[in-house]
């Protein structure tokens, strides 16, 4: 690491009580690890500082240096290296965080769980073939949902729902209160959770032209390399950038869109992760625009 990057990593672990180095920002993270140290920062300090590793290759392979860490998110803690995600995770977990921020930290309640009889069934005959191990329900910060079979650990809450035993861990048991389980023939578990936050709606081509022309109230972020955008452009579409993003209102009406349709998908998410509340993906991308709507913008 050149002495220009270390003295720049020098200020910005130096200039806030609390500095994240992650991926994206604050309110648009661009990686899954990134945004669950987010969801968790956000419990104990209203405000903290976030460097985007992403906008600086020298800055990304410099905080690993810097810090003998490999891997990003990196949090700093006055001036000193607390850890990664998984470290962050585990000091929520037991309390060390909420020392560390001088928060006092209710006890976690164990959260209201329902079970139809079918999903009921179906756990307790898959536990007896897992070795009788209770059943854990993971929920991330983007309500990503995972079913396992496991042991119990420390921090743990259990939950006793008509005969089934069921684990959550301390940031998973507030996301999961009022959460019903369906058991489908042939499907398997389908979950539904009256906490789960908005999810990314789909917009076709011609609804985004037709609100374009009725000059709708609107923000259309293309998600596409430099080099693509300089081959084709929806006319009044904005790159999307962090540094846009944390200007949006998080109600305002957002589009996305990529080439077909995939990338901005997976962008939309991050932007409904983040807290926006109106966000919409463009089924097909600028291709379908330039066979549906608009034939002058070119396809590649």
């Not at 910005?12 to 992650?22: A, D, I, T, W």
């Not at 990304?60 to 003998?68: A, C, F, Q, V």
């Not at 389980?181 to 709606?201: A, C, L, S, T, Y």
């Not at 807290?275 to 291709?287: A, K, R, S």
Request: with cysteine.
């Amino acid at each position: 690491m050149n002495a220009s990057t270390k003295s720049q990593i020098d200020t910005l672990v130096q200039g806030s009580p609390v500095v994240l180095f992650m991926k994206g920002s604050r309110h648009f993270p661009q990686c899954g690890f990134s945004a669950t140290v987010v969801e968790i920062l956000g419990q104990y300090v209203p405000k903290f500082e976030t460097v985007n590793v992403l906008s600086s290759p020298e800055l990304r392979d410099g905080i690993k240096e810097y810090s003998s860490w490999p891997t990003i998110p990196q949090l700093y803690v006055n001036g000193k290296f607390v850890g990664g995600c998984d470290i962050v995770k585990e000091m929520h977990a037991s309390g060390e965080l909420a020392q560390l921020f001088g928060v006092k930290q209710e006890a976690p309640k164990a959260p209201s769980i329902t079970l139809s009889a079918a999903a009921r069934d179906a756990i307790l005959a898959a536990s007896k073939e897992a070795g009788g191990d209770p059943l854990r329900l993971e929920i991330g910060p983007r309500f990503q949902y995972d079913l396992f079979f496991d042991g119990e650990k420390p921090g743990d809450l259990v939950v006793r729902t008509d005969g089934v035993t069921m684990l959550f861990d301390a940031a998973s048991a507030p996301r999961a209160d009022g959460t019903h389980i369906e058991f489908v023939e042939g499907q398997g578990f389908r979950i539904d959770n009256p906490k789960e936050p908005p999810r990314v709606r789909a917009m076709t081509v011609a609804e985004l032209k037709k609100m374009l022309d009725a000059k709708t109230s609107l923000v259309l972020l293309d998600v596409r390399t430099d080099e693509e955008r300089a081959l084709a452009r929806i006319d009044g579409a904005k790159t999307l950038e962090p540094s846009l993003v944390d200007t949006l209102k998080k109600d305002a009406k957002v589009v996305v869109h990529c080439h077909h349709g995939v990338r901005s998908r997976a962008a939309a998410e991050r932007l409904v992760a983040a807290g926006f509340t109106n966000v919409f993906n463009l089924e097909g991308g600028i291709d379908a625009w330039s066979t549906t709507v608009d034939a002058n913008v070119p396809r590649y």
